[in-house]
């Protein structure tokens, strides 16, 4: 079964360029989730849909980053203009539901902003 | 506010020893209790989870042990192996949060 597919796996960048994450949940799942992964701060939920709305973004660290998904099966999260601090992994997990249902991860976007 | 704790940060077992992270949380409304593991490379996968209403859960060679008063719960790995050398978060839900992570490495 295909999992989460997230693309690209790396984006190396240079400050103040536009960046676009993509992800491609698991089929019937119902649940999005964005994460951010870094040593310091561990794994962070950056925005959460839920039937292909947004739900929960309070994890969004600024006006720079906004997420979408258009449709059951794709999702983007956008960063613009993108910082050195941006430089993280990004996850996409995708679930049937929120509550106590496993959230399966893709394999991430290892961004680097120069 | 960190909501899970996690502990150790890392954590070194000889081959065949028994692994034991521990976690503790603050919100009491929290329900469920997921342990992932992480491989290098890797996003984080569902390894075992339980809920406050048991205090053990066992599936093969890891175990949950959780204390609702103490509002803490913890993975036990017995017989570590090293394909057991992974990244393990705890995390508790809902809305899912995660602690920071126990990087185990098991040596031969």
């Known amino acids: 079964d295909a999992g989460v597919i997230q693309s690209p796996r790396h984006e190396v960048t240079e400050m103040g360029q536009e960046v676009t994450l993509r992800c491609k949940p698991i089929?019937?799942?119902?649940?999005l989730f964005w994460y951010r992964q870094t040593m310091m701060r561990g794994l962070e939920l950056l925005i959460y849909?839920?039937?292909?709305?947004?739900?929960?973004d309070s994890g969004m660290p600024e006006d720079r980053f906004s997420a979408k998904m258009p449709n059951a099966s794709f999702s983007t999260l956008k960063i613009q203009p993108s910082e050195p601090r941006d430089s993280a992994v990004y996850f996409c997990?995708?679930?049937?539901?929120?509550?106590?249902?496993?959230?399966?991860f893709g394999d991430g976007t290892r961004l680097s902003i120069l | 506010q960190q909501q899970v704790k996690q502990s150790p940060q890392s954590l070194i077992v000889q081959k065949g020893g028994i692994s034991i992270i521990n976690c503790a949380y603050e919100?009491?409304?929290?329900?469920?209790f997921p342990w992932y593991q992480q491989f290098p490379g890797k996003g984080p996968a569902l390894l075992i989870a339980?809920?406050?209403?048991?205090s053990e859960k066992k599936e093969g060679r890891f175990t949950i042990s959780f204390n609702k008063s103490a509002k803490q719960f913890s993975l036990h790995i017995m017989d570590s192996q090293p394909g057991d050398s992974a990244t393990y978060f705890c995390a508790a839900s809902t809305p899912l949060v995660f602690g920071k992570g126990t990087r185990l490495s098991v040596i031969a």
């Open positions: 339980i809920r406050p209403d048991v």
């Open positions: 849909f839920n039937n292909n709305v947004p739900i929960d």
């Open positions: 089929s019937g799942h119902n649940s």
């Open positions: 919100n009491t409304a929290f329900d469920y």
């Open positions: 997990a995708s679930s049937f539901d929120r509550e106590d249902q496993p959230q399966h």
